[in-house]
């Protein structure tokens, strides 16, 4: 099982990334995915979360308008478009896969976002 994050760099306030995560090593159309994120001494916190079918879709209050979360299932892939970005996004950000079922979860190695002028 893997789920490999890429995307992640150096960007401006205000600019744009557009964060993927791959997925192998398992029936990706029955996850839900989600991407979460982690501040130096910080908690991991939730940023978006869709449902396995795409039809479900969740963001955190300080996220919405800003973030889009997608998912390709014929591509085992899911994506997180983030626009607007502020210095207090820069954090690294990981994806994470939850079975329909709830009994299996995986993490992806994270990948690191600096927004900085």
């Known amino acids: 099982v893997q789920l490999v994050e890429s995307g992640g760099g150096l960007v401006q306030p205000g600019g744009s990334l557009r964060l993927s995560c791959a997925a192998s090593?398992?029936?990706?159309?029955?996850?839900?995915m989600s991407w979460y994120r982690q501040a130096p001494g910080k908690e991991r916190e939730l940023v978006a979360a869709?449902?396995?079918?795409?039809?479900?879709?969740n963001y955190a209050d300080s996220m919405k308008g800003r973030f889009t979360i997608s998912r390709d299932n014929a591509k085992k892939s899911a994506y997180l478009q983030m626009n607007s970005l502020k210095s207090e996004d820069t954090a690294v950000y990981y994806c994470k896969a939850v079975s329909d079922s709830g009994l299996r979860d995986y993490w992806g190695q994270g990948t690191q976002v600096t927004v900085s002028s």
């Open positions: 090593g398992f029936t990706f159309s029955r996850y839900a």
């Open positions: 869709i449902s396995s079918t795409g039809r479900s879709i």
